[in-house]
């Protein structure tokens, strides 16, 4: 089984829904990330979790909410999603290796609308 | 200035050939030098990570870093075409947070 899980894998919405975007893992990691992938753009951070009760925003944090629900889920909502959130988006979890080694999931295609 | 730039490419080679890939970053704090590879439709993994300037080999992969200019490289050598992927520069620093390259996208050609 996949460490790093996310769900659903593909989804297409509308401007205006709501959605959240799940991920789970069994790294055992306290560490965990959101990031969008957009071509020419790269890998953009949206937030970021170190355990339960720490968020903090990236670079890419407007229109966009978290939550940590235990040490294992941190999920991504797009609380009233439009079109230039159509993006690939990527969880990962880090290791406490001294050279931050993260873990990606295998990322959920996002089309809005 | 964007913290690490990487020219994204693409990258057409044929089977054999010698494949560099290079990035620059602007932050002297960064300490840790990493290569992550992404294949088509899969999230990015870790491929190779070096501490210091200097040379790191791995099989028919090196990662090249020199601090003094700031640069770091991948070469592959007697590329395949299972190498073909996009190749993603990270760096690490005080800020204890990864800063990505943008990626370049490599095709070997058979």
């Known amino acids: 089984d996949a460490d790093v899980t996310q769900t659903p894998r593909n989804r297409i919405t509308k401007t205006g829904k709501r959605i959240m975007l799940e991920c789970s893992q069994t790294?055992?990691?306290?560490?965990m990330y959101w990031y969008r992938q957009d071509p020419g753009l790269g890998l953009r951070l949206i937030y970021y979790?170190?355990?339960?009760?720490?968020?903090n925003k990236g670079e890419i944090s407007d229109g966009y909410s978290v939550s940590r629900q235990a040490q294992a889920k941190f999920s991504l909502s797009l609380e009233s999603a439009i079109p230039n959130q159509t993006a690939l988006y990527f969880c990962a979890t880090e290791g406490t290796s001294v050279y931050n080694e993260q873990f990606f999931g295998p990322g959920t295609r996002l089309t809005v609308l | 200035q964007k913290e690490v730039e990487q020219d994204p490419g693409p990258l057409s080679v044929p089977e054999g050939a010698i494949v560099s890939l290079n990035c620059t970053y602007s932050n002297s704090a960064f300490q840790y030098f990493m290569w992550y590879r992404q294949y088509s439709r899969k999230g990015p993994e870790l491929l190779m990570y070096t501490y210091s300037s200097g040379n790191k080999e791995d099989g028919r992969f090196t990662a090249q870093v020199d601090k003094s200019s700031k640069y770091i490289s991948l070469f592959i050598r007697d590329s395949q075409p299972s190498d073909s992927a996009t190749y993603l520069c990270a760096n690490q620093g005080g800020s204890e947070k990864l800063v990505f390259g943008k990626g370049t996208k490599l095709t070997v050609n058979p």
């Open positions: 790294k055992g990691h306290d560490r």
């Open positions: 979790s170190f355990d339960v009760k720490d968020i």
